[in-house]
C-alpha cells in the first residue's frame, strides 16, 4: 500500500499553543532583559570610567613635575620628594573611593617603561624606581604619545590581584614638558557583582514571565482543543467505520461548527455508500491514504514460507469447530512471532504462511531477523502442540524455508483487485526449501546466500547441494539450529562434524566423508541428512560419480 501521502504528528494542540506563547513570551523577555542588562551595564561601566577618569586627572595635576624628575635610581627613595610624593599618592589612593593602586611610570634610556613611585605599603609586592612595569596595554603605550591627555581603559582586567579598570593621566615639568604617567587602578569587583545580580533578576523575571504565558497558553488551548478532540474521536470512529452517533459540540468558532457540519454530511454520505458496495470494502477504501495502483520494484528481502506436517491427516481427525480454534491459536502465535521480528505477512494459503523482510519498508539485517522468528516460531510451536497433545488433540510440527534474494514486490492483479505480495525465483526457492524439510528430516531449510549474511549469528549445518525441481544449478541447503550465543559445545561439535563431513564429500574423499557422517550418527542416530549422506558415499565408493560430479541432488519434487 502506498503511503507517500500519510501525515503523523506529535504536538498536540495544549501543547502547541503553550510552546507558542512561552516561545513568545521568552524571546521578549529575553530581548527586552538583554537589552536592559547591556544598557545598565555601559552605564555603570562608564559611571565608573568617568570617575576614575576625573580622579587620575586631579591627581596628576597636583603633581610636581620637575620633583618628580629628580627621581631617577633607587637611592633616591631615601629622599624627602620621594617620600613626599608617596605620601601624596597614598592619600589620593585612601580618600578616593574603590582605588586600589596608585602609582607613576615613565619610559627609561632604553624605552622600557619602568616604575617610579608606588603608593603600596607592603614591600614584598611594592615596585621600586627603575622596575619594568611589564607587559603595557596599547592604551598605556599611546598615552606616552602625543597628544597627551587623559587615559581610560575600555576593558576591565582580571589577574591575582582581582578586577580592575586603569586609568592614566600625564604628568608635566613647569616648562610644559612631558614628564611621567600617572597610573591608577580601580577595584571593579563589585560592578561585576552588581551585573551578575542584575543578570539573575533578569533570568528570574523571565522564567516568571514563561509560567504565567504556559498556563494561559494551556488553559486558552484546552478551550479550543475540547471540540476538535471530539471531532478527531469521531473521525477516528469513522476509520474503523462506525458510523453511528454524533458528539455533543458546543463552540463558537466558525471553523468548528464547518468541520463538524461536514464531518456529518460525509457520514451520511458513506451510510449511503454503504447500502451499494460490501462493507468491508469501504473500510478498506477509508484506510487507505493513497490509492493503491499497479506497481512492482526488485527489493532483496528474506522470504518464509511454513506449513504444517501432516496436516490433511490432522484436518480430518478433528471437528470443524475445534481445527478452527487450533489454527486460530496456531496462526496468532505464529503471526504475533513473525510481527515482532518485522516481518510483512503476505498470506495465508490453507495452513502455509509466507511472510517476507524488506518491503514494503526496507529493513536492516533481514536475513538475520527471518532466521530469529523462524526458531522462535519453531519454541511456540513446541509449546502449543504440548498444550495440544495435553488436551488430547494431534501434535503440531512445522517446517519453515527461508531464502534471501533479489524478488519482484509490489501491488500484484488487476486494476480492480490488487494484492501485496513478491513473486519471483527467490520467492520459489523458499518455497521448495520449506517443501525439501520431508525429504531430510529437517524442521528450518535455509539457503546458501541467506546462511552467508547470517553466519556470524547463528548456527547452521550443511545438509546438501540441491537443485530443486525446474532448476539446473545447485544451491547450498543448511539446516538453521539455534542462535550462537545460545550453543552449547555439544552443537557446536556436531556442526563442526557436519561441516568436515561435507567438505571430504564434495572433494570425493568418500571413504572420510563416511567416517564425520557416522560419527554423526553416533551422537544423533536419527539423524536424516546424516543417514542419507552415508549412503551417498558408501555408493560412491563402489560407482564413482562422473568427473562433472559437482555435489548437486537434482530434486524432482517440490
Given at each position: 500500500m502506498d503511503q507517500d501521502n500519510k501525515q503523523t504528528g506529535w504536538l498536540t494542540l495544549p501543547f502547541?499553543?503553550?510552546?507558542?506563547?512561552?516561545?513568545?513570551?521568552?524571546?521578549?523577555?529575553?530581548?527586552?532583559?538583554?537589552?536592559?542588562?547591556?544598557?545598565?551595564?555601559?552605564?555603570?561601566?562608564?559611571?565608573?570610567?568617568?570617575?576614575?577618569?576625573?580622579?587620575?586627572?586631579?591627581?596628576?595635576?597636583?603633581?610636581?613635575?620637575d620633583l618628580h624628575a629628580t627621581l631617577q635610581e633607587k637611592g633616591d627613595e631615601s629622599t624627602a620628594a620621594y617620600l613626599e610624593m608617596r605620601k601624596y599618592l597614598r592619600k589620593i589612593r585612601d580618600t578616593a573611593k574603590d582605588i586600589r593602586f596608585?602609582?607613576?611610570?615613565?619610559?627609561?634610556?632604553?624605552?622600557?617603561?619602568?616604575?617610579?613611585?608606588?603608593?603600596?605599603?607592603?614591600?614584598?609586592?611594592?615596585s621600586r624606581i627603575g622596575d619594568e612595569y611589564g607587559e603595557a596595554s596599547r592604551l598605556m603605550r599611546e598615552a606616552f604619545q602625543p597628544p597627551y591627555g587623559l587615559r581610560v581603559e575600555k576593558q576591565f582586567v582580571k589577574d591575582r590581584w582581582g578586577v580592575f579598570l586603569s586609568g592614566y593621566a600625564p604628568i608635566f615639568k613647569k616648562n610644559g614638558e612631558f614628564e611621567a604617567l600617572l597610573g591608577m587602578d580601580i577595584a571593579a569587583q563589585k560592578v561585576f557583582d552588581y551585573e551578575r545580580y542584575y543578570l539573575l533578576m533578569i533570568l528570574f523575571i523571565c522564567l516568571?514571565?514563561?509560567?504565567?504565558?504556559?498556563?494561559?497558553?494551556?488553559?486558552?488551548?484546552?478551550?479550543?482543543?475540547?471540540?476538535?478532540?471530539?471531532?478527531?474521536?469521531?473521525?477516528?470512529?469513522?476509520?474503523?467505520?462506525?458510523?453511528?452517533?454524533?458528539?455533543?459540540?458546543?463552540?463558537?468558532?466558525?471553523?468548528?461548527?464547518?468541520?463538524?457540519?461536514?464531518?456529518?454530511?460525509m457520514k451520511s454520505g458513506l451510510r449511503s455508500f454503504k447500502k451499494y458496495v460490501p462493507a468491508?470494502?469501504?473500510?478498506?477504501?477509508?484506510?487507505?491514504?493513497?490509492?493503491a495502483v499497479l506497481s512492482a520494484q526488485k527489493r532483496e528481502l528474506s522470504v518464509f514460507f511454513s506449513d504444517i506436517k501432516g496436516f490433511t491427516s490432522i484436518a480430518e481427525g478433528l471437528s470443524p469447530e475445534v481445527l478452527?480454534?487450533?489454527?486460530?491459536?496456531?496462526?496468532?502465535?505464529?503471526?504475533?512471532?513473525?510481527?515482532?521480528?518485522?516481518?510483512?505477512?503476505?498470506?495465508?494459503?490453507?495452513?502455509?504462511?509466507?511472510?517476507?523482510?524488506?518491503?514494503?519498508?526496507?529493513?536492516?539485517?533481514?536475513?538475520?531477523?527471518?532466521?530469529?522468528?523462524?526458531?522462535?516460531?519453531?519454541?511456540?510451536?513446541?509449546?502449543?502442540?504440548?498444550?495440544?497433545?495435553?488436551?488430547?488433540?494431534?501434535?503440531?510440527?512445522?517446517?519453515?524455508?527461508?531464502?534471501?534474494g533479489d524478488a519482484i514486490v509490489g501491488n500484484m492483479g488487476y486494476k480492480d483487485r490488487l494484492s501485496y505480495t513478491a513473486i519471483g525465483d527467490t520467492v520459489n526457492l523458499a518455497s521448495r526449501l520449506?517443501?525439501?524439510?520431508k525429504h531430510y528430516g529437517t524442521r528450518i531449510l535455509i539457503s546458501e546466500t541467506t546462511y552467508d549474511k547470517v553466519r556470524d549469528e547463528f548456527v547452521a549445518r550443511p545438509v546438501d547441494m540441491v537443485a530443486v525441481k525446474g532448476k539446473n544449478t545447485g544451491v547450498g541447503i543448511y539446516e538453521l539450529l539455534i542462535e550462537k550465543d545460545q550453543a552449547g559445545q555439544d552443537v557446536l561439535a556436531?556442526?563442526?562434524?557436519?561441516?568436515?563431513?561435507?567438505?571430504?564429500?564434495?572433494?570425493?574423499e568418500w571413504t572420510k566423508a563416511e567416517e564425520c557422517f557416522r560419527a554423526v550418527l553416533?551422537?544423533?542416530?536419527?539423524?536424516?541428512?546424516?543417514?542419507?549422506?552415508?549412503?551417498?558415499?558408501?555408493?560412491?565408493?563402489?560407482?564413482?560419480?562422473?568427473?562433472?560430479?559437482?555435489?548437486?541432488?537434482?530434486?524432482?519434487?517440490k
Open positions: 502547541s499553543l503553550g510552546t507558542a506563547l512561552t516561545g513568545i513570551a521568552i524571546l521578549t523577555s529575553v530581548t527586552l532583559g538583554v537589552t536592559t542588562f547591556f544598557s545598565v551595564r555601559s552605564f555603570v561601566r562608564q559611571s565608573v570610567q568617568e570617575r576614575l577618569s576625573d580622579a587620575v586627572g586631579i591627581a596628576a595635576l597636583r603633581i610636581d613635575g596608585a602609582y607613576t611610570v615613565r619610559k627609561d634610556k632604553r624605552g622600557r617603561i619602568v616604575f617610579v613611585v608606588d603608593a603600596e605599603e607592603n614591600p614584598k609586592v611594592a516568571a514571565v514563561c509560567a504565567l504565558a504556559v498556563s494561559l497558553g494551556v488553559i486558552l488551548a484546552r478551550q479550543i482543543s475540547k471540540p476538535l478532540l471530539l471531532l478527531e474521536a469521531d473521525m477516528s470512529r469513522i476509520q474503523a467505520f462506525d458510523l453511528g452517533g454524533s458528539p455533543v459540540i458546543r463552540s463558537r468558532i466558525v471553523e468548528v461548527i464547518r468541520m463538524k457540519n461536514a464531518l456529518e454530511n468491508e470494502l469501504v473500510a478498506e477504501l477509508i484506510k487507505l491514504r493513497k490509492e478452527a480454534q487450533n489454527m486460530g491459536v496456531y496462526f496468532e502465535a505464529m503471526t504475533s512471532t513473525l510481527l515482532g521480528n518485522q516481518a510483512t505477512v503476505d498470506k495465508y494459503i490453507g495452513d502455509a504462511i509466507m511472510a517476507f523482510w524488506g518491503a514494503p519498508v526496507p529493513v536492516e539485517k533481514h536475513a538475520a531477523l527471518a532466521c530469529r522468528a523462524a526458531i522462535q516460531c519453531q519454541r511456540r510451536v513446541d509449546k502449543i502442540s504440548a498444550d495440544f497433545a495435553a488436551a488430547g488433540f494431534p501434535a503440531l510440527v512445522t517446517r519453515i524455508g527461508i531464502n534471501t520449506e517443501g525439501l524439510n556436531f556442526v563442526s562434524l557436519c561441516e568436515e563431513g561435507m567438505k571430504s564429500y564434495l572433494r570425493r553416533q551422537t544423533r542416530p536419527d539423524d536424516q541428512p546424516a543417514q542419507m549422506l552415508v549412503e551417498r558415499c558408501a555408493a560412491y565408493e563402489k560407482a564413482p560419480p562422473p568427473a562433472d560430479w559437482n555435489g548437486v541432488t537434482i530434486m524432482q519434487e
